[in-house]
């Protein structure tokens, strides 16, 4: 049986924003984790769109099609194509798990929520010839799930290949989270046994790793297990946690001696009132200084992420939040509009609220403003959304915010790192291009060498360095 899995391109494809790089940094796993239910004899095939092409000539037995909101109508569109021509579709992922009506006008079967245990069953009736028409995931648990189907992810399209998570969901409820909408019905936040993590890890090729979960460090007795059986493993990897978690007992120190070198964290904002109001209970009072000086002591460069467009935000909150950024040396920002997802508890009530603009989904992608705004209007938050990426990425500011940190290699690091991933566009669209993605990783990887935890007292210059973007940079993360 020829099982094709598809994974549509987001909208952004097709915008002017679009950064290939920021699609091709690593494979996503969802559909190579469900292919590894079928038999030895099917013959299961993943497209990414992201990265390639997807033939819509071909005729196979099955189309299973992975939904987030950005890529929905793409994947309808593909979906539809697949059944007028008589071949069976499922589709399932978070936008499926929120609208499960709208996605089933496109679809023969839905699953809803995650789908290690949805996926066998539904296959399994499906060769029985009555497959159902929504199957629900009721069962969260990790044992026993088969390894990922590696074999079918084209690595050489990708910079860091070796995405991986060992772990599902996160243990908090932020109001604008997908996460508790995706989970309903079930545990929310569960983890591999640590040896299964453990394999998963040594079968995987060279050197760095791609941690995927949404918080590697939300179960400090699995994370600690695991970083403790990395040691030795010579592995550098990148993944991400909430500030808790860094400040809690010697975690973060296990992490960097595992080989955590880069670390996305959710600051979203630095007014506790909207950490309130979003629900973000485990940033509350927790010293942001203290995290951050922790991580930097470590030489772990940090990846901020942050929200605009919340109730309390007033026109001033660009430019705070960029110059806060920029003085406690964080590494790369990621800025994004406030978007209340449907099946979101900000959603509800912001629909309850009337404050729902319209329900064109691609244009859900954080970048547009969808609902109605309080302190900020529209203008305003698309403005100074767009002038915090210019403004962060500045070359004086890179420069500035690399100078916050006591060590100059880490100093470099911080440098090459922002640098690389915002300012050299056209080099990184060439790369993708002449398929020479994967050459690059030993470049990342030696930026994301080992800082010498010892203090040093040299830095680079004070001189800001003359050399100029090659190309004019990209607004967008
Ligand atoms: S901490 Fe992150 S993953 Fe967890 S609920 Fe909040 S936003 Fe979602």
């Not at 469900?34 to 769109?49: F, G, K, Q, S, V």
């Not at 120190?253 to 959710?266: M, N, P, Y």
């Not at 800025?335 to 900000?346: A, C, D, F, R, S």
Request: aromatic fraction near 12%.
């Amino acid at each position: 049986m020829h099982v094709k899995f598809i994974l549509p391109s987001l909208t952004e494809a097709k915008s002017p924003y679009w950064r290939p790089i920021k699609y091709s940094l690593f494979p996503p796993l969802g559909l190579a984790t469900l292919a590894a239910y079928l038999r030895d004899d099917d013959i299961p095939t993943i497209t990414d769109e992201h990265v390639e092409e997807v033939n819509l000539d071909d005729e196979p037995d099955l189309v299973i099609i992975q939904v987030y909101i950005t890529n929905a109508y793409r994947a309808y569109e593909i979906a539809d194509h697949y059944r007028a021509k008589g071949i069976y579709v499922a589709l399932g992922g978070l936008h499926v798990t929120s609208l499960p009506f709208e996605a089933a006008q496109h679809a023969d079967t839905i699953a809803i929520g995650p789908g290690e245990h949805t996926f066998p069953e539904f296959i399994q009736d499906f060769r029985k010839g009555n497959p159902k028409p929504v199957y629900r995931s009721g069962v969260r648990t990790l044992v026993g799930v088969p390894p990922i189907r590696r074999d079918l992810i084209k690595r050489h399209l990708y910079l860091v290949p070796n995405s991986i998570v060992v772990t599902r969901g996160c243990p908090f409820h932020c109001s604008f989270c997908y996460k508790d909408a995706f989970f309903e019905g079930g545990k929310s936040f569960y983890t591999q046994v640590v040896d299964d993590a453990l394999a998963e890890i040594d079968r995987l090729p060279g050197k760095h790793l791609y941690f995927l979960d949404d918080h590697l460090l939300g179960n400090t007795k699995f994370a600690s297990a695991l970083f403790e059986g990395m040691k030795g493993m010579n592995r550098v990897f990148q993944g991400a946690a909430t500030i808790d978690s860094i400040l809690r007992g010697n975690l973060i120190e296990k992490a960097a001696e595992a080989g955590l070198r880069s670390l996305f964290v959710g600051f979203e904002t630095l007014n506790p009132e909207s950490l309130k109001h979003g629900n973000k209970k485990q940033n509350l009072g927790k010293d942001y200084d203290k995290a951050i000086a922790r991580l930097d002591d470590l030489g772990i460069m940090i990846n901020g992420s942050f929200v605009f467009g919340l109730d309390d935000d007033a026109p001033d909150v660009f430019k705070r939040t960029v110059d806060w950024g920029v003085s406690k040396g964080i590494t790369t920002s990621t800025y994004h509009i406030l978007t209340p997802y449907p099946g979101t508890q900000l959603f509800k009530e912001m629909e309850q609220a009337g404050r729902i603009l319209h329900r064109q989904w691609d244009l859900y992608d954080t970048r547009h403003v969808v609902y109605r705004t309080q302190k900020l209007d529209a203008q305003t938050l698309k403005e100074g959304y767009d002038w915090a990426y210019k403004e962060f990425y500045k070359w004086s500011n890179i420069y500035k915010a690399s100078r916050q940190h006591q060590q100059i290699k880490h100093q470099l690091k911080h440098f090459a790192y922002a640098g690389g991933w915002k300012k050299f566009e056209p080099l990184w669209n060439f790369i993708i291009k002449s398929r020479n993605l994967n050459n690059m990783l030993p470049v990342l990887e030696a930026i994301l060498s080992k800082v010498n935890y010892k203090k040093e007292t040299n830095s680079i210059p004070e001189k800001i360095p003359t050399a100029k973007p090659a190309t004019s940079p990209k607004i967008n993360a």
